[in-house]
RNA sequence: CGGGGUGUAGCGUAGCCCGGUUAUCGCGCCACGUUUGGGACGUGGAGGCCGCAGGUUCGAAUCCUGCCACCCCGACCA
């Protein structure tokens, strides 16, 4: 069982390995930095899923599924996409093993693949040579494809939900026959990963642009959500990119217009991932474990009775049925766990543990006075209710918890948000303090490097919100027009 | 890939310097009984190639060599 948790751990990882077991989220899977998700992890994930693709689809898109394996070749034909990702590949070299004569097995040297098989650490590349295929005509535009599914990125180092060698997520690949029409549905897109992390993650988030040397590897433009989590750095919670016609070009994905001129179509892509957990985690956590806003929680309430052998069970259960399908008639996820085989005490820390929001105590004494002993998790408070108004009060508890929750954070960002004039002043609150500063930049790539070589804070986003406002650069002195988000980050 | 560290039961560990009974303790697991409004208690029990391979020795968890894995800190990244 997990141990006591550290609030605000500098170490996450840490933190982690105590609080995931525990909870029955993930564990290390002893393949280097890949992470098995245990059932009730998923659940949430599941959670997330289906929400993101309802939006999704609102918004006119479709998914689809593309292959795990792409050939070599496909990756030299972007440049930049090339350079961002090559170095993480898994590389798929032979396709069959063979007795080692040892009692064991190895690779068989006569099955060496004509070409290699990358496998994917992000789809663009098949994608484009298929839409190459898929798009002749303006009619067969736009084309707005999401893919869930896992990818591979072979990094140096890893820390479990945030940056592990296999992780699952979405990437939309979306095809235009205007640059205008392609820019609208990235900000759309970006718009819609701020409100699913406002609306049912209750994590505030911050939109903006990416600089330069943060932007991803062959976009023109990307847009990003940027959270803060509870140690004070800043996590990059989702992504979506402007592409221009890098890939199209790269791919020779053209399109006749109406006017029947040839064109190369406008391209975005945007993405989120598991990494949303390891954000809910760092969100809402506290020393008693996970803390799930009920927008997301697979089981809203859970109902615990207490009762002394098989008469009181009864008794007791007759009553937890009905309230659960009062509940459920309402439309709240609840759960009414009746196992015998551990006591009401450790399914409390277990369902704390697991993030419940509420938890629902159901003894003799209650059925008796007609009350319910209800439990918030996001405040660890009890109340004795009556049993009568208890699924109204559970009802507008959910709204209230998941409101709760994101007001929280939202004062914990705004305590943790700093505007700096000085270089000295963006150091000393680094060091002291962490969490957000915002800071005039001169905008060039040089500065930006020398703030992260001394710091090792880096310009989270442009914020799209920013007030314009005229300033000099904290450490060049040069003029700005904005003060831009900097952080040290995950 | 550089620097540091750790591998002993499902988990967390003691023992290692200084080699010597049947490898320690806690949690968890199983059985029985008593318990059940905040992680119950008692009694009994199961579970170990002491990371792998080799060496030194009468004798290795312990000493030596090689390998492997994992964790932490850097460079890289969603």
């Not at 919670?237 to 190369?264: M, P, R, W």
């Amino acid at each position: 069982m997990a141990k006591k948790l550290t609030k605000r751990s500098e170490d996450y990882s840490k933190w982690y390995n105590e609080l995931v077991i525990g909870a029955d989220l993930a564990e290390n899977s002893g393949v280097r930095g890949c992470m098995v998700i245990k059932p009730y992890g998923f659940s949430i994930w599941e959670k997330m899923q289906a929400e993101l693709d309802r939006m999704f689809k609102e918004t006119g898109h479709q998914n689809a599924y593309f292959p795990l394996f792409i050939p070599k070749s496909y990756f030299s034909k972007e440049a930049s996409h090339v350079d961002g990702f090559a170095k993480e590949c898994a590389v798929v070299t032979h396709y069959r093993l063979k007795d080692d004569g040892k009692g064991g097995v190895m690779v068989d040297p006569d099955a060496k693949l004509e070409e290699e098989l990358i496998v994917r650490p992000t789809s663009e590349t098949i994608i484009w040579d298929t839409y190459r295929k898929w798009i002749q005509s303006y009619r067969d535009l736009p084309l707005l494809i999401n893919q869930w599914a896992n990818v591979v990125r072979w990094e140096m180092r890893t820390r479990l939900f945030l940056r592990t060698t296999e992780f699952l997520w979405q990437e939309g690949h979306t095809a235009h026959a205007t640059k205008e029409e392609a820019v609208a549905e990235t900000e759309q897109m970006v718009n819609i990963y701020a409100e699913f992390a406002e609306n049912f993650m209750a994590m505030p988030v911050i939109k903006g642009l990416k600089s330069e040397s943060e932007r991803f590897a062959g976009a023109l433009e990307t847009y990003c959500i940027e959270a803060l989590m509870q140690d004070g750095k800043a996590l990059q919670a989702g992504t979506s990119h402007f592409l221009g016609q890098n890939f199209a070009k790269a791919f020779d994905v053209k399109f006749t217009s109406k006017e029947g001129k040839q064109d190369y179509v406008w391209a975005t892509s945007w993405g989120v991932s598991t990494r949303l957990m390891g954000a809910l985690i760092m969100t809402h956590s506290d020393d008693n474990g996970l803390v799930l806003p009920p927008n997301l929680a697979p089981d809203q309430v859970v109902i615990v009775p207490i009762y002394r052998g098989d008469e009181q069970l009864e008794l007791v259960s007759k009553v937890a049925n009905e309230v659960m399908s009062e509940l459920k008639a309402k439309g709240i996820r609840v759960k009414f766990d009746n196992r015998d085989t551990h006591k009401p005490g450790w399914k409390f820390n277990e369902y704390e543990l697991k993030g419940v929001p509420v938890r629902l105590a159901i003894g003799p004494r209650d059925v008796e006075n007609g009350t319910i002993e209800l439990a918030r998790r996001d405040t660890l408070t009890k109340e004795t209710v009556s049993r009568n108004e208890v699924a109204d009060i559970v009802v507008d508890l959910m709204d209230e918890i998941q409101k709760n929750l994101y007001k929280k954070a939202a004062n914990y960002r705004e305590e943790n948000t700093t505007e700096v004039e000085t270089y000295e002043e963006f150091k000393n609150v680094l060091e002291t303090k962490g969490g957000f500063i915002l800071a005039h930049w001169d905008g060039t790539i040089e500065t930006e490097e020398r703030i992260k070589n001394e710091t090792k804070a880096t310009i989270r986003c442009i914020p799209l919100d920013a007030k314009v406002e005229e300033g000099t650069c904290i450490l060049t002195g040069k003029p700005s027009n904005k003060k831009v988000l900097f952080a040290k980050a995950y």
